[in-house]
């Protein structure tokens, strides 16, 4: 089954990543230039994409990283062109919210370089 590429965003860069991945095999890719556009998109019965792709410029956009709660496997990748990276957000659960639970993700935190 396709992995569906959802791109958030009006940049230039995102138009030239859409362009990009549409030829490659095994991807179902969308761009959306607005929320709405995207809203749209991530309704039923489509749902929510494996993977969102959007400018950091925008990441104002307080509707994103609740994504995270709805799907824990979605991943959500930022592009910086400022910087010229990218940042990788990816959910993960706990089964159990405890003290040391927390700790063990805070000391694990810092090891993902």
Avoid at 51 to 73: C, G, M, Q
Avoid at 95 to 110: D, Q, Y
């Amino acid at each position: 089954m396709a992995r569906q590429v959802l791109l958030y965003g009006q940049s230039l860069l995102l138009s030239a990543v859409a362009a990009s991945l549409g030829q490659c095999p095994g991807l179902r890719v969308t761009h959306a230039a607005t929320w709405d556009e995207a809203s749209c998109l991530l309704a039923p019965p489509a749902g929510l994409p494996d993977v969102l792709i959007f400018d950091l410029t925008n990441a104002y956009e307080s509707h994103i990283l609740p994504l995270l709660v709805r799907k824990p496997s979605l991943l959500l990748i930022g592009l910086d062109t400022e910087c010229n990276q990218a940042i990788l957000l990816a959910g993960q659960r706990t089964r159990s919210l405890t003290l040391n639970r927390i700790t063990e993700l805070v000391h694990k935190a810092g090891t993902h370089g």
